[in-house]
C-alpha cells in the first residue's frame, strides 16, 4: 500500500528556515516524481515544487531562491527545505506522487506551518 | 502554461447527480487532467485521470457512482446518487513540464 507522511511543520517566525519531511511507503520515491503542494488557511491547492526521477527540480515562481526540493534514496524520504520563510508562506503542506510525470495520485496526509512573530 | 477554470460552488440534493465542470485555457484543450477530492478537514484524495477522449482511469476503490466525460476544453466530473459524504471541495489538475497546476476548486453541497 502506498503511503506518504509528512513532518516536521510548525510555528517559526518571518525570516526562518524549516525543512519538511516527506517518507514514503510501499512504493521507491527515487523512480517517482514527487510533488509539494500547499494550502493556505481557507484557500485553494498551490503547487510549490517538482523533483523529477531523474533529479531535475522546479518551483513555482513564489518559492523560488527560498525553498529547495531534494530527497534521500537510502530513507525514501522527500524534503523540502524552506528558508526565508514569510507570513504568506502559512499553509497546510502536502507531499504528493506523480503517476509517471502526470497525474497525482497518492497524497499525504499533511503537515502544518505557521510563520509569524 | 495551462489554466483551469471551475466554478467556485455547486448543489444537489440526497440522491441525485451533479456534474462539476472544469475548463482549461485556450490552446490547452487536448490536456488530460485529473480530478481530486478534499473532504471538510481532510487531506486531498485522488479520484481519477480524464482525458480528452473522455476515457478515463479510476484510482483505488473509487465507487462507480463516480464519472468523468471530456467535451472540447470542458472535463466533468459526475457524481450520481449523491452520498453526504460527497459533500466535499472538488479540484482539477493538469501538468506540463516542470509545472502542475490545479483549479481553484468547487464546494459542492448536498442538500
Known amino acids: 500500500e502506498v503511503q506518504l507522511v509528512e513532518s516536521g511543520g510548525g510555528l517559526i517566525q518571518p525570516g526562518g528556515s524549516l525543512r519538511l519531511s516527506c517518507a514514503g511507503s510501499g512504493f521507491i520515491v527515487s523512480r517517482n516524481y514527487m510533488s509539494w503542494v500547499r494550502q493556505a488557511p481557507g484557500k485553494g491547492l498551490e503547487w510549490v515544487s517538482l523533483?523529477?526521477?531523474?533529479?531535475?527540480?522546479y518551483y513555482a515562481d513564489s518559492v523560488k531562491g527560498r525553498f529547495t526540493i531534494s530527497r534521500d534514496n537510502s530513507e525514501n524520504t522527500l524534503y523540502l527545505q524552506m528558508n526565508s520563510l514569510r507570513p504568506e508562506d502559512t499553509a497546510v503542506y502536502y507531499c504528493?506522487?506523480?503517476?509517471?510525470?502526470?497525474?497525482?495520485?497518492?497524497w499525504g496526509q499533511g503537515t502544518l506551518v505557521t510563520v509569524s512573530s | 502554461q495551462p489554466v483551469l477554470t471551475q466554478s467556485p460552488s455547486a448543489s444537489a440534493s440526497l440522491g441525485a447527480s451533479v456534474k462539476v465542470t472544469c475548463t482549461l485555457s485556450?490552446?490547452?484543450?487536448?490536456?488530460?487532467i485529473a480530478w481530486h477530492q478534499q473532504q471538510p478537514e481532510k487531506g486531498p484524495r485522488y479520484l481519477m485521470t480524464l482525458y480528452s477522449d473522455g476515457s478515463h482511469s479510476r484510482g483505488d476503490g473509487l465507487p462507480d457512482r463516480f464519472s468523468g466525460s471530456s467535451s472540447g476544453a470542458e472535463r466533468y466530473l459526475t457524481i450520481s446518487s449523491l452520498q453526504s459524504e460527497d459533500e466535499a471541495d472538488y479540484y482539477c489538475?493538469?501538468?506540463?513540464?516542470?509545472?502542475?497546476?490545479f483549479g481553484g476548486g468547487t464546494k459542492l453541497t448536498v442538500l
Open positions: 489538475q493538469t501538468w506540463d513540464t516542470g509545472i502542475r497546476v
Open positions: 523533483l523529477y526521477n531523474d533529479g531535475t527540480t
Open positions: 485556450s490552446g490547452h484543450s487536448t490536456y488530460a
Open positions: 504528493a506522487r506523480d503517476v509517471s510525470g502526470s497525474a497525482i495520485d497518492y
